[in-house]
């Protein structure tokens, strides 16, 4: 959103920079999201590095996507895959901008206005929904 300089630490602009949403395609389906038990249903929005898009899904590693159920989950979502796939193993993203989420992650990483509900509320902005099943959808879909 327009005002997450002022109200996230440089660390989260930098990871909200590196992630978009996307709906589910058929390759999608095939699999379990990331923790969960239920199956990724077609247009089911997901979170995904934007450097590994272009990457076939087996070829993928380790969280580079994820699909939360709950618009509150997305928070949680984005800090495992700036933690687990940024920061560590995405074979993909630039060398320096690896190196700035490492250094940026040793400092403090939130503000006192950002967080859940200011991450939620960009999804919302965002058009996504929670269906009445629980997952999330973009709004008209």
């Known amino acids: 959103m327009n005002c997450d300089d002022q109200m996230l630490s440089a660390y989260q602009c930098l990871i909200r920079k590196q992630i978009e949403l996307f709906a589910a395609g058929e390759e999608d389906t095939c699999t379990i999201g990331q923790g969960?038990?239920?199956r990724v249903q077609l247009g089911q929005v997901g979170l995904r590095c934007k450097h590994c898009r272009d990457i076939p899904k087996l070829a993928?590693?380790?969280g580079a996507v994820y699909f939360p159920f709950k618009i509150d989950n997305v928070y949680q979502?984005?800090?495992n895959m700036a933690a687990v796939h940024l920061c560590d193993n995405c074979p993909n993203i630039p060398a320096t901008i690896r190196a700035e989420l490492q250094r940026l992650a040793k400092e403090s990483k939130s503000t006192a206005g950002g967080g859940k509900r200011y991450w939620a509320e960009g999804v919302r902005v965002a058009g996504i929904v929670e269906d009445a099943e629980g997952r999330l959808q973009f709004r008209g879909e």
């Open 36 to 38: 969960r038990n239920r």
């Open 60 to 62: 993928k590693t380790k």
């Open 77 to 79: 979502a984005c800090q």
